[in-house]
């Protein structure tokens, strides 16, 4: 148990250096036009992960979604509410709940969460979402580390993204 936590605490140490800064975001096509293309996101951290720790993870996966949204082509807005933070009701939000992110026993970094689309109206279940990543033996520096485990939360992202494209929950002009 205390091995994730570790090397959790190594990518929140890293995450100033992983983490950049855009606008995105997606919203569903039944959706207010004021609010077309406006997304919020917002991380939820399992209670076994290291309660001080835990905000700083949390900001850094939501600041990888961004970065991974913009990166697979989405043009909306998005905006990362706050651990603590209420998210705006009129406004979708993708509530992600972390499973699990941590160094397996066959070295290999696993990122796994759970996401709900939510609305005013209704809240969707997207399902689980995993990536993973190899975590290469010798890796010494914090950074080689935090990039494994970066890798593998975009592995994730990534899956997550082509899944909301796919079924059509993004508006066209996010596209």
């Known amino acids: 148990m205390k091995t994730p936590i570790t090397f ?9 250096l992983l983490a950049v800064s855009s606008t995105n ?9 004021a609010l077309a293309n406006r997304l919020q996101v917002t991380v939820v951290m399992p209670a076994s992960f290291n309660s001080i720790r835990s ?15 913009k990166k697979d082509g989405f043009r909306g807005q998005l905006s990362i509410v706050a651990p603590g933070d209420q998210a705006k ?11 699990d992110w941590r160094m397996t026993p066959t070295k290999f970094i696993d990122c796994t969460f759970n ?7 209704d809240a969707q279940t997207l399902g689980f979402f995993t990536g993973s990543a190899p975590a290469m033996f010798g890796m010494k520096s ?6 494994a485990f970066k890798a593998a939360a975009n592995d994730a992202i990534d899956h997550l993204y082509g899944e909301l494209r796919d079924k059509n929950l993004l508006s066209a002009d996010a596209l």
């Open 25 to 33: 975001n997606p919203v569903f096509p039944n959706t207010d036009p």
């Open 115 to 121: 996401v709900f689309l939510k609305t005013n109206q």
């Open 142 to 147: 914090p950074f080689e580390r935090a990039e």
């Open 55 to 69: 905000d700083d993870v949390a900001g850094t996966l939501a600041s990888l979604v961004e970065t991974g949204f």
């Open 8 to 16: 959790l605490t190594i990518l929140v140490a890293a995450s100033p």
């Open 89 to 99: 009701p009129d406004v979708p939000t993708l509530e992600i709940e972390v499973i």
